[in-house]
């Protein structure tokens, strides 16, 4: 029963924290889904945007001040989640793992997934970190490149 409560805790941030996503994404198609039971391992937010597809998998530390913020399978990636998401990959999917840690949301793209659990530093494994909930047009425009896979980390015109 305390596994429980803690599974909803995390599901309560992680909730908060796709409400915030929802209103900053690209126009698009996005599909929040939450079925450990049917779907060990399925990420939280499928998506179809103009030129792209791809999944979200959400994470909201629970001890933002602790190092590191995801320590490992109970509170970062759980392993189906890890077997998913390579699995993802290999066949050519687009993932990112949206991870929040106090006031920062880390975008960070699925072929860093392995390094995630344990990472002390997430900037290290990211493309891009928003900072608060003020979000500039350069932010939109890179969320949207890093969703379509067009995004090259600052070196795109």
């Not at 909803?8 to 996503?21: D, K, N």
């Not at 779907?39 to 103009?50: C, L, R």
């Not at 949206?98 to 990211?126: D, K, Q």
Request: aromatic share 8%; hydrophobic share 35%; glycine share 10%.
């Amino acid at each position: 029963r305390i596994e429980a409560r803690r599974e909803g805790h995390l599901r309560m941030s992680e909730h908060s924290l796709w409400e915030f996503l929802k209103s900053v994404l690209p126009n698009g198609h996005y599909s929040r889904i939450e079925s450990p039971d049917t779907a060990p391992g399925h990420p939280d937010v499928t998506y179809q945007i103009a030129r792209a597809s791809g999944v979200i998998e959400l994470k909201d530390a629970q001890y933002p001040n602790r190092i590191p913020p995801f320590k490992g399978i109970e509170d970062g990636l759980h392993l189906s989640q890890l077997g998913w998401i390579k699995q993802n990959l290999v066949f050519g999917g687009r993932v990112w793992i949206v991870a929040r840690v106090g006031i920062r949301i880390y975008w960070i793209p699925g072929e860093n997934a392995p390094r995630f659990n344990g990472c002390e530093r997430l900037e290290r494994l990211s493309s891009w970190v928003l900072t608060g909930t003020k979000l500039t047009n350069v932010d939109v425009q890179v969320i949207r490149k890093m969703l379509e896979g067009t995004y090259t980390n600052g070196n795109d015109d």
